[in-house]
């Protein structure tokens, strides 16, 4: 199957993205062409195990990414990867998708046809549509399509009992946060910047969180409902109407960052001074209380990570 040229890629990009992405692609992606186009050696029975291009022993793309390890498209490379993601709708053995930061446009209801995807990421594309056209793709993931154009209510996700990261920051999508309490796999919620609404209480139970962003959403709540989520290492609720002592935190022993600004947050923050991994506070106009230096002095005697404080 010659599949290289049903991929909408113009050809500088591709060989780019096979010879860094994916070294050597089954012969079913047609070995004469391949050389021909890249002049890349192709050896059957090695596949690359990070991204790119990958393909089954029948030839059928398995994975769509644009990087491999420490090799990135430069400016220039994904600006010239402008074509509509309805190309991809025929490749049905797609399981990943990874063209963010790229000229990449498209509606995400031609993804609707995939149905064995189980990473989206499309960040900071031109990618636009409702999130409901995702809820049949039931081996997703990951979800990132934060600085997208794409909208609709979070509820179309809670059937998706696989996912583990939700990343739809700066976009129009719009509900509760507790239409999420079913995804018990979760380790990652990134919704700032929406008009997502909610009280945090229904993250309590989603015990596997490591990362939440809620900057700047319309989130409520007690930040005692974190107490629960020993592997957090990120709170940001900065801009949010969360209100509660920030003593609940002491106990989080993984955390690293916290961003409280703008809440109705209260509480000294010599309450965090033993939290071992913690290097960032963040609680402009929040009513916490306490002396920096005293802060930064114990840290100093105890050997703890250096940890700058905004107040």
Request: charged letters at 20%; hydrophobic letters at 40%.
């Amino acid at each position: 199957m010659d599949i290289l040229y049903q991929l909408p890629l113009p050809q500088e990009v591709c060989s780019k993205i096979f010879m860094y992405a994916c070294k050597s692609p089954h012969t079913g992606l047609g070995v004469v062409i391949l050389k021909k186009i890249i002049g890349l050696s192709i050896y059957k029975k090695i596949k690359s195990k990070k991204g790119g291009i990958i393909v089954d022993d029948d030839g059928n793309v398995m994975k769509f990414r644009v990087w491999k390890g420490n090799f990135l498209l430069n400016a220039d490379e994904r600006n010239k990867m402008t074509f509509d993601i309805v190309r991809l709708e025929s490749l049905l053995y797609l399981t990943t998708i990874g063209l963010y930061n790229t000229g990449v446009t498209g509606n995400i209801a031609h993804l609707e046809s995939l149905p064995k995807l189980t990473h989206i990421r499309l960040y900071n594309t031109g990618v636009t549509g409702q999130i409901k056209h995702l809820k049949s793709l039931i081996n997703l993931s990951v979800i990132d399509l934060s600085w997208t154009g794409v909208s609709g209510d979070i509820a179309h996700l809670e059937t998706l009992v696989n996912l583990t990261v939700i990343s739809m920051g700066n976009t129009d999508v719009t509900g509760n946060i507790e239409q999420l309490k079913s995804l018990p796999n979760l380790t990652e919620i990134t919704l700032r910047n929406t008009v997502v609404t909610g009280d945090i209480l229904h993250l309590e139970s989603l015990l596997k969180l490591r990362e939440i962003y809620f900057y700047n959403t319309r989130v409520s709540g007690d930040i005692s409902h974190l107490e629960s989520l020993q592997y957090l290492t990120t709170v940001s609720l900065s801009s949010t109407d969360v209100t509660g002592d920030i003593g609940h935190l002491e106990s989080l022993l993984n955390l690293s960052a916290i961003g409280l600004d703008s809440t109705g947050v209260t509480g000294d923050i010599a309450d965090l001074k033993s939290l071992p991994n913690l290097t960032m506070i963040y609680l402009y106009g929040a009513d916490v209380i306490g002396n920096r230096d005293e802060f930064h002095d114990y840290r100093i005697e105890a050997r703890l990570p250096e940890c700058s404080i905004y107040i």
